[in-house]
């Protein structure tokens, strides 16, 4: 499934096209796919949002820039946690929101591949990745905590942990995975969390995604914002 809506999203892709890549186990899949293109002749320009994803990127021949030199693109290609309601989104599983979040940002137009099962009613069964600065973690994780407990969390922030060790962001950062449960004001928890000096970015992407390719049993099911 992953991979019929990373194939459905080739649509949207023109030669010559500036594009972002995603991270994530389904944006491989279309990476995988462009990379097939580009051995063929096809011209593109792409930006990478993480260094596992430029590595890929790499292996199959992608031509890639990045944003100083490239400040806008056309089109960026992503994977989603979580699509509510209006294609507001949680994502930053794979430990790359922030230049995810930069990248959409930096596009015409963001568009986001998925299987049927990251489609939700409400947002909030998937850990909210936040991302935060090492120093005054305790200070922040429990200014998190504060706003998770207003919004009627049903957790508490957790640190992310890889091998035993905290997980460290391409940019040197760490992450909080926050459970809420239900996220029912996506737009005012996102304010609240941006207004914590020590939260670098969070994973709700709000007002970025245009259109959504989520490939389920019956097919791929086209959803515009």
Do not use: N, W
Not at 35 to 51: D, K, N, Q, Y
Not at 204 to 218: D, E, M, N, T, W
């Amino acid at each position: 499934m992953k991979r019929a809506a990373a194939e459905a999203a080739l649509a949207e892709v023109r030669p010559g096209m500036r594009l972002g890549l995603g991270t994530g186990s389904t944006a491989r899949h279309f990476v995988e796919l462009l990379g097939a293109r580009v051995s063929l002749g096809f011209a593109c320009l792409c930006v990478p949002t993480s260094e596992q994803t430029a590595a890929q990127a790499r292996s199959l021949g992608i031509p890639l820039t990045d944003l100083d030199e490239t400040p806008r693109l056309y089109l960026t290609v992503d994977g989603a946690d979580e699509i509510g309601p209006r294609l507001t989104l949680i994502k930053g599983a794979g430990g790359a929101l922030l230049r995810e979040k930069i990248v959409a940002a930096a596009s015409d137009r963001m568009v986001v591949i998925a299987d049927a099962r990251k489609r939700v009613k409400t947002l909030g069964r998937f850990a909210l990745p936040i991302e935060v600065d090492a120093f005054g973690l305790e200070v922040t994780t429990r200014a998190v905590a504060a706003v998770m407990k207003a919004a009627g969390a049903e957790g508490e922030p957790v640190l992310r942990r890889r091998d035993g060790k905290p997980f460290v962001t391409d940019g040197g950062h760490l992450i909080l995975d926050a459970l809420f449960g239900r996220i029912s004001a996506p737009e005012a928890l996102s304010l609240a969390l941006s207004a914590i000096p020590g939260v670098v970015e969070h994973g709700l992407f709000i007002g970025l995604c245009k259109r959504a390719y989520v490939a389920g049993s019956g097919g791929v099911a086209v959803i515009d914002a």
